[in-house]
């Protein structure tokens, strides 16, 4: 069983940084995507960026160029580093892992695991 465990989150003014991570255990599978999600209070969960296990990296129109996500295999941990924070950006952020994924999608639909959330605050 995949298990995902997100931290980092907190509060910040807008202009601010957060850097979130998620710890991945119980799976053996190298083909497996991470995604980061984030869902609003009202709103539907969106996907904010996610990576393959080759690197490669998809990101949300809204958040290209403000946010990384990278990984470190021999942690199993990912990793989205948040830059110039605004208020929109506020949500609850979800780690999700998909197995043996073969391309790289932002589709929450697609992800098999999913942790249980940091809460992100951007003040204006």
């Known amino acids: 069983q995949v298990q995902l465990v997100e931290s980092g989150g907190g509060s910040v003014q807008a202009g601010g940084s957060l850097r979130l991570s998620c710890a991945v255990s119980?799976?053996?599978?190298?083909?497996?995507?991470t995604g980061w999600f984030r869902q609003a209070p009202g709103k539907e969960r969106e996907g904010v960026a996610a990576?393959?296990?080759?690197?490669?990296?998809r990101y949300a129109d809204s958040v290209k160029g403000r946010f990384t996500i990278s990984q470190d295999n021999a942690k199993n941990t990912q990793y989205l580093q948040m830059n110039n924070l605004k208020p929109e950006d506020t949500g609850m952020y979800y780690c999700?892992?998909?197995?043996?994924?073969?391309?790289?999608?932002?589709?929450?639909?697609?992800?098999?695991?999913w942790g249980q959330g940091t809460q992100v605050t951007v003040s204006s």
């Open positions: 119980g799976s053996d599978d190298s083909s497996d995507c």
């Open positions: 999700a892992a998909r197995v043996g994924c073969t391309y790289v999608t932002l589709m929450s639909l697609r992800y098999d695991y």
């Open positions: 990576i393959g296990s080759d690197g490669l990296v």
